[in-house]
């Protein structure tokens, strides 16, 4: 018997190994202060609990179509498109267990083996585990901090397009930097990609996670809805990471084969679920608002607290729920030389837990700086501010 060649190929979100280091350092009687995953502890809004049940009471509880229920697509591809300026109809939405599935099959449909496709790095990290499991070459790109946040590296990603390139992967509002394209930046890279006729992977699973301002998109570009499917997620908006629902909106060409991706994978998504999205997106939405509130609340404490550490200096991000600060300073005076030495001597001195850069796609060899990343999705205020003064003794200790 035999395991398929490929399996050495597939990678895994590694943040999944912080949490059990977590958990294993509670288990021993510690309390722990959670800054690793980028998880909600907020509950989902009771409009839409009070709408499944209903579902399930109303008897949706068969097989319903593969690409989704007829209604949810509809006013998915509204919401999608009136946020985003540009009309959709339903044939441009393919419902999807979650925001990730996207992923994997929208490399399924653009990809062949020895193509090569960009992707952020640091990034969410299953970019490059599934470019690789499916055969493909990940080239990343990277991101060079300023004193407002993080700009992409476009020279790099530039020069890194080859005949070869078939798609890039673009996450405005990106996971774990929190890094935000200005409009400048979004129009170079969809010049790329027009440029090189590219398809756009526009991972938006933060697009409404906005604590200020107004969120633009690459598809709003002249030119870019025909090659850009969009990555939905209800997750993070309405607090609903276990339930598994988001979708793929994009060119009906090739919405139509993610469906058909869908009949292989899972044949459909959770049929009750579907109309809870329904009142997710079209009834009261103080829910919503107030997890927003709530995550903005949490930012200033988090951001402040990391402030307060001599050696670390972030600007407040605008988006997501991520901070992604430089800890050159403090590897410095404790004199380590891997990021790992400070992740685990903060949960065993100051049962602060965190992930690092390494848990974000494969680093290159020329990078030097050291970065850690702080989510506050799953921590009170109470707690992020107890937490952090913790780590702030620890950081600042030699
Ligand atoms: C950048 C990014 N894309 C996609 C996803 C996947 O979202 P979901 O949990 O809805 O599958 C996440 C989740 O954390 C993410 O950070």
Redesign the pocket.
């Known amino acids: 018997m035999q395991f398929a060649k490929q399996i050495n190929r597939l990678g895994t979100e590694t943040a999944f190994a912080v949490s059990a280091q977590a958990r294993a350092w509670a288990a021993k009687g510690h309390k722990v202060y959670p800054f690793h995953l980028?998880d909600i502890n907020l509950a989902t809004p009771e409009n839409i609990v009070d709408a499944t049940l209903k579902a399930i009471q109303d008897g949706n509880t068969g097989y319903c179509p593969s690409e989704g229920i007829l209604p949810l697509r509809e006013t998915l591809s509204h919401d999608v498109g009136s946020k985003r300026g540009v009309t959709y109809r339903p044939e441009n939405v393919s419902v999807?267990?979650?925001?990730?599935?996207?992923?994997g099959k929208f490399i399924a449909a653009v990809m062949n083996p020895g193509d090569e496709v960009l992707y952020p790095n640091p990034?969410?990290p299953?970019y490059e585990s599934q470019i690789e499991y499916q055969g493909g070459t990940a080239v990343p790109y990277g991101y060079i901090q300023t004193e407002s946040g993080f700009d992409i590296d476009l020279d790099r990603l530039k020069s890194s397009i080859t005949e070869k390139t078939v798609a890039i992967i673009y996450?405005n509002y990106?996971?774990?930097i929190a890094a935000e394209s200005s409009q400048e930046e979004m129009e170079a890279i969809a010049e790329l990609a027009i440029e090189n006729d590219l398809w756009v992977l526009a991972?938006d699973?933060?697009y409404e996670m906005i604590y200020q301002g107004k969120a633009r998109s690459i598809v709003s570009i002249p030119g870019m809805k025909e090659r850009t499917i969009i990555?939905y997620?209800?997750?993070?908006k309405f607090a609903m990471?276990g339930w598994?629902?988001?979708g793929a909106v994009g060119p009906e060409r090739i919405i139509n084969i993610i469906s058909k991706l869908n009949v292989n994978a899972e044949s459909c998504t959770t049929h009750f679920i579907q109309h809870a999205m329904l009142e997710a997106l079209t009834g009261d939405s103080s829910g919503s608002d107030a997890i927003l509130a709530t995550l903005k609340e949490r930012r200033a404490a988090a951001v402040a607290g990391m402030n307060a550490i001599d050696g670390i200096q972030i600007p407040t991000p605008r988006s997501?729920f991520y901070l992604f600060p430089n800890v050159n300073e403090v590897m410095k005076r404790k004199g380590f030389n891997h990021v790992d030495q400070l992740q685990v001597g903060a949960l065993e001195n100051a049962n602060v837990s965190f992930c690092t850069r390494e848990h974000f796609g494969r680093s290159s060899s020329d990078e030097t700086d050291f970065y850690i990343r702080f989510a506050y999705s799953g921590i009170s205020t109470d707690d992020i501010n107890e937490g952090l003064g913790k780590l702030k003794d620890y950081f600042e200790s030699s």
């Open positions: 980028g999807q267990p979650g925001g990730k599935p996207t992923i990034g969410y299953i996450n990106q996971n774990p991972d699973a933060y990555l997620t209800f997750s993070k990471t598994r629902v988001g997501t």
